[in-house]
């Protein structure tokens, strides 16, 4: 069972009297309960993150200690079966900096590497991080391959610097590694979300370009979905391009420049839109979710103080949207990780 939790309605700082079994309860920067649920152990994991994990000798109910964190525990060799895993594939936006060859996801540090939370564009908690660690309500293990200025293929639009690793590396590198389900990843069909957030980049590189840019997002979606294909299991998740043409980056470019570059970026999700609808009929027992970022994105912008932002321009101070002139804050990653969060449910694969 892979569940969760609701959007709240508001965006507030989630707090209880007790953390339920996996949850965090501690860390650098957390403000929310620290007191675990009967029968597990808030522990110290690194600096950042502790968790509620299960132990046959814990308390009613025990809050972490506000000393210096030790050297995280290494990972166990292999997976419980109650566990469920999270292959996710994307650019900066998803990033954490996961090597798969380093150490891998398990029961006390289900991201793996680098500790929690990890190496993201702005530097504190994104989206898949708060879904993993925070709004979960089963043991999750998440792979996330996600890597910073990834485009679909390099070879259909070169990304900012050769060594970027495309959604095409990504692929082979879950292809070549957990793919084989090793004793680490036993995972199946029904216990494990494959999920995709790209296209931002290719966009961002190419939407000025000559040719016909309706056509060139159609070859883009082409080799989006031939790498969806080599996975295809059960249950996948979308995400599509949210409206970086509204980024204090591209505020600094000419009005014409922002307005192409929003109707290339919603064509392309119009696009992605029918890719897979078409890709779950396609396949008999496969199940897709559609995450609209772009639309959640607009909203908050439209309305940033009702969200408590500062506004919808500022970037890389406390209260700001942006956390730098290109990527949300983590705070808006905390609006994205419930909103994500609703849009999973409880579902029971």
């Known amino acids: 069972m892979f569940r969760l939790s609701l959007l709240t309605a508001t965006f507030v700082a989630v707090v209880s009297a007790q953390q339920s079994v996996w ?29 509620c994990i299960p132990s046959t000798n814990a308390p009613g109910s ?18 419980p079966s109650n566990a469920n895993f999270w292959f996710s594939f994307g650019d900066s936006y998803t990033q954490t900096g996961f090597v798969p060859e380093d150490t891998t996801p398990a029961v006390g540090n289900p991201l793996g590497n680098p500790p929690f939370p990890g190496y993201t564009a ?7 991080d708060v879904d993993t660690t925070v709004f979960n309500k ?13 485009t679909i293929d390099a070879k259909l639009v070169a990304p900012y610097t050769p060594t970027v690793l495309s959604l095409t590396d990504q692929v082979n590198q879950f292809l070549q590694g957990a793919a084989t389900k090793p004793k680490a990843a036993p995972w199946t069909s029904d216990n494990a979300l494959f999920s995709f957030w790209i ?20 070859t ?5 979905f031939a790498l969806v294909q080599k996975v295809v299991t059960r249950n996948f998740l979308f995400i599509n391009v949210p409206p970086v043409d509204r980024s204090p980056l591209m505020l600094a470019q000419a009005a014409s420049a922002q307005t192409l570059e929003k109707s290339v970026i919603n064509t392309f999700n119009a696009k992605l839109a029918s890719r897979v609808s078409a890709f779950q009929a396609a396949n008999a027992g496969v199940k897709t979710w559609q ?7 607009n909203t908050v912008l439209d309305s940033p103080q009702s969200f408590g932002f500062v506004d919808a321009t500022s970037f890389g101070g406390a209260g700001d ?9 983590s705070a808006l990653h905390d609006i994205l990780g419930k909103q994500i969060g609703e849009l999973l449910g409880e579902t029971v694969w």
């Open 199 to 218: 296209g931002i980049n290719d966009i961002g590189n190419s939407y000025y370009q000559s040719g016909s840019r309706d056509a060139f997002s159609d």
């Open 291 to 297: 995450f609209d970022s772009n639309t959640v994105f």
């Open 23 to 51: 949850s965090q309860c501690g860390g650098i920067g957390w403000t929310g309960a620290t007191l675990c649920a009967s029968g597990t152990t808030c522990t110290i994991l690194n600096d950042y993150y502790s968790q």
């Open 220 to 224: 883009l979606l082409d080799a989006y």
């Open 122 to 128: 702005v530097g504190g908690t994104n989206w898949i």
């Open 62 to 79: 025990t809050a972490a200690p506000a000393s210096t964190a030790p050297p995280a525990p290494a990972p166990t060799a292999s997976a």
């Open 138 to 150: 089963s043991l999750i293990l998440t792979y996330n391959y996600a890597y910073g200025g990834a």
């Open 321 to 329: 949207f942006w956390g730098n002139n290109y990527h949300p804050s």
